[in-house]
Antibody
């Protein structure tokens, strides 16, 4: 497993931007498919995006397509989420999670999350 | 990308069992055996408790068991303990190469 720590959350106004980071420790980070998931207060989990190994493939939820961009830097054991044109409904705790697809598609490693608040 | 449907809440007494369902479609739950379940105590990192429909990761109690029939998956917690009180989410990989979560079930002990 990898250990994950998110950062970069905070308060931003509607239409603003934030860049979240997720630092990983442990072996074989490059083999993991990395995802971002969010949970808004009082709401359920929502999958946002994932990136395959070596930035080989990305996919996004409809709710963020065109506004958010996921990327990774395997040399730095990190994954990022660039969030543009933020809306109130984007307010949530954002988690990064990893899946070792050589074993399972399930998200076996999770970070503690970073809070994003979109408000004027 | 509609969320999988779970009951809002289930409750049980200590030592008893509870079961929750997770209903999707032939494009997600029914498509592959990529169904997983997560336990989430708010404020903490979510925890994988079931993967590939029925498998438990190392270290997860055998009080957690799961199954799938068609487009519906189920999670059972037996021998309920106070620490099982949490939110539980199912998840499935989909034919669109996305993930979809369930609406979540709050377990009260």
């Amino acid at each position: 497993q990898v250990q994950l720590v998110e950062s970069g959350g905070g308060l931003v106004g509607p239409g603003g931007s934030l860049r979240l980071s997720c630092a990983a420790s442990g072996t074989r980070f490059g083999d993991y498919y990395m995802t971002w998931i969010r949970r808004a207060p009082g709401k359920g989990m929502e999958w946002i995006a994932y990136v395959g190994s070596s930035n080989s493939y990305t996919n996004y939820a409809d709710s963020v397509e065109g506004r958010f961009t996921i990327s990774r830097d395997d040399a730095r054991n990190s994954v990022f989420l660039q969030m543009n044109n933020l809306r109130g409904e984007d307010s949530a705790v954002y988690y990064c999670a990893g899946a070792d697809w050589s074993v399972t598609a399930a998200l076996e490693s999770w970070g503690q999350g970073t809070l994003v608040t979109v408000s004027s | 990308q509609s969320a999988l449907i779970q009951p809002v809440s289930v409750s049980g007494s200590p030592g008893h069992s509870v079961t929750m369902s997770c209903t999707g479609t032939s494009s997600d739950v029914g498509a592959y055996n990529h169904v997983s379940w997560y336990q989430h105590h708010p404020g903490e990192a979510p925890k994988l408790i079931i993967y590939d429909v029925t498998k438990r990761p190392s270290g997860v109690s055998d009080r957690f068991s799961a199954s799938k029939s068609g487009n519906t998956a189920s999670l059972t917690i037996s021998g309920l303990q106070s620490e099982d009180e949490a939110d539980y989410f199912c998840n499935s990989y989909t034919k669109s190469s996305t993930y979809v979560f369930g609406t979540g079930t709050k377990v009260t002990v």
